[in-house]
Nanobody, 121 residues
Framework: VQLQASGGGLVQAGGSLRLSCAAS????????VGWFRQAPGKEREFVAV????????YYADSVKGRFTISRDNAKNTVYLQMRSLKPEDTAVYYC???????????????WGQGTLVTVSS
């Protein structure tokens, strides 16, 4: 499975961005796709995850109500719509895919290359 993340960029605080994660290869083995982020000097942290079969979603408290994760199974793509962005959302965002819903990076088998999101104050 290969994952391609895209959509990052520079945005002002309060603005919006939509990230995309396109999967290719043996996508039938994927049951969950998550987004993680890593700011400079910090550990990679969970942002959101979606169960690809049912569309069930889970969010970190820090993004709940501002971010929405969704999927388009026909396109093998998962999206992360980010609204009301804050400077503390600045990080490299990674998408990851695995066999079950999880909140820790080690539970995911496949990773995209990361896309940088910078939120200016």
């Amino acid at each position: 499975v290969q994952l391609q993340a895209s959509g990052g960029g520079l945005v002002q605080a309060g603005g919006s961005l939509r990230l995309s994660c396109a999967a290719s290869g043996r996508t039938g083995s994927i049951s969950a796709v998550g987004w993680f982020r890593q700011a400079p000097g910090k550990e990679r942290e969970f942002v959101a995850v979606i169960r690809t079969s049912t569309g069930a979603t889970y969010y970190a408290d820090s993004v709940k109500g501002r971010f929405t994760i969704s999927r388009d199974n026909a396109k093998n793509t998962v999206y992360l719509q980010m609204r009301s962005l804050k400077p503390e959302d600045t990080a490299v965002y990674y998408c990851a895919a695995g066999s079950f819903v999880a909140w820790i990076p080690q539970q995911y088998n496949y990773w995209g290359q990361g896309t940088l999101v910078t939120v200016s104050s």
